[in-house]
T-cell receptor, first 115, second 114 residues
Framework: AQSVTQLDSQVPVFEEAPVELRCNYSSSVSVYLFWYVQYPNQGLQLLLKYLSGSTLVESINGFEAEFNKSQTSFHLRKPSVHISDTAEYFCATFLWNTGFQKLVFGTGTRLLVSP | DVKVTQSSRYLVKRTGEKVFLECVQDMDHENMFWYRQDPGLGLRLIYFSYDVKMKEKGDIPEGYSVSREKKERFSLILESASTNQTSMYLC?????????????FGPGTRLTVT
């Protein structure tokens, strides 16, 4: 079955430092991978996704993730974080069948950025 | 602009009460989902619907039911609320067959059962 694992429940980091949030997937079929972000008191919103093509995908606010098939990973990185990046980040993979589609989420990583 | 709305941001109910959580999307999406979010457990799928009057159980359907009478509205029902149903509930929708595969989420309803 397709699933994702986020090993870190919380990642504290200082402002302007680099950060990596880890995500590993398991799947025996084509893999679609996503990172969603949840800012405090809000719903989730899509940060970036890998469907096919270039293995490096980027978001509009400086995050990037690389699909690594040999390591079955899709880690999220940012070279310099801001206070405003404080949020919970969810890795997800896609499961589909006739008539429906659904996401399978990891347990989330809380990014805490301090001054 | 895409919009998914949920009827309440915060809700407090007593044990044994019947609770309705409403979700409305304005994007004409076929698929709608209800998740619950708990610390350390991420998002877990309760129920989803891929068309009007159609529903499928997700990973944790026990204690919940759903209703989808109109395409834009998907309701989650707690027949007899219990304290272990205290959680954040998130609704999402997506269009069937979309190549983006993106789900659009509402802001969530934080339910407390006392």
């Amino acid at each position: 079955a397709q699933s994702v694992t986020q090993l870190d429940s919380q990642v504290p980091v200082f402002e302007e430092a680099p950060v990596e949030l880890r995500c590993n997937y398991s799947s025996s079929v084509s893999v679609y991978l996503f990172w969603y972000v949840q800012y405090p008191n809000q719903g989730l919103q899509l940060l970036l996704k890998y469907l096919s093509g270039s293995t490096l995908v980027e978001s509009i606010n400086g995050f990037e993730a690389e699909f690594n098939k040999s390591q079955t990973s899709f880690h999220l990185r940012k070279p310099s974080v801001h206070i405003s990046d404080t949020a919970e980040y969810f890795c997800a993979t896609f499961l589909w069948n006739t008539g429906f589609q659904k996401l399978v989420f990891g347990t989330g990583t809380r990014l805490l950025v301090s001054p | 602009d895409v919009k998914v709305t949920q009827s309440s941001r915060y809700l407090v109910k007593r044990t044994g009460e019947k609770v309705f959580l409403e979700c409305v999307q304005d994007m004409d999406h076929e698929n709608m989902f209800w998740y619950r979010q708990d610390p350390g457990l991420g998002l877990r799928l309760i129920y989803f619907s891929y068309d009007v009057k159609m529903k499928e159980k997700g990973d944790i359907p026990e204690g919940y039911s759903v209703s989808r009478e109109k395409k834009e509205r998907f309701s989650l029902i707690l027949e007899s609320a219990s304290t272990n149903q205290t959680s954040m509930y998130l609704c999402a929708s997506t269009v069937l067959g979309a190549t983006s595969y993106e789900q659009y989420f509402g802001p969530g309803t934080r339910l407390t059962v006392t």
